[in-house]
């Protein structure tokens, strides 16, 4: 009588989570296909930073608002004309380090700072996520 009672509970069981993954086979699919499919993201979707070194004027805003002291910058004099104007020689985001907080992009005066979707930065090592522009 018990191995009779315990068949009827396995079987019992089994009927109840298939019923459930028949439910579910019927609704719309939530996982994807990554790399083969990739998500849409929307508009405001930010995973990175990047910079444009012909629109920076190397005022250093960008560097001392980051609280993860992601960008380096190494500036220097340049003479356009009869003006003497700052330009980076060098410009340093170290996105190993950066939480994506947007606030270089926000208080950058030229907008040559702007957030990305970019969002397959992995590498093998830290010295990867560094992204040098001179």
């Known amino acids: 009588m018990r191995v009779i009672w315990g068949m009827i509970l396995t079987l019992w069981s089994v009927l109840k989570s298939l019923s459930i993954t028949f ?4 609704r719309r699919k939530v996982t994807v296909q990554y790399p083969e499919e990739r998500i849409e993201h929307p508009p405001r979707f930010r ?12 005022c250093g805003i960008c560097q001392r608002v980051c609280p993860s002291k992601v ?17 980076p020689r060098s410009f340093t985001l170290n996105l190993g380090r950066c939480m ?4 270089c992009a926000e208080y950058c005066p030229t907008e040559a700072i702007r957030m990305t979707q970019e969002y397959e930065l992995s590498g093998y090592t ?3 996520l560094v992204r040098r522009r001179s």
């Not at 960008?71 to 330009?87: L, M, N, S, T």
């Open 100 to 103: 994506v907080c947007g606030l």
């Open 47 to 58: 995973a990175s930073v990047d910079v444009d070194i012909n629109k920076c004027i190397a």
């Open 126 to 128: 830290r010295e990867a």
């Open 23 to 26: 439910l579910y086979f019927w």
């Open 71 to 87: 960008i380096e910058i190494e500036a220097w004099r340049v003479k356009e004309g009869e003006k003497e104007v700052r330009k």
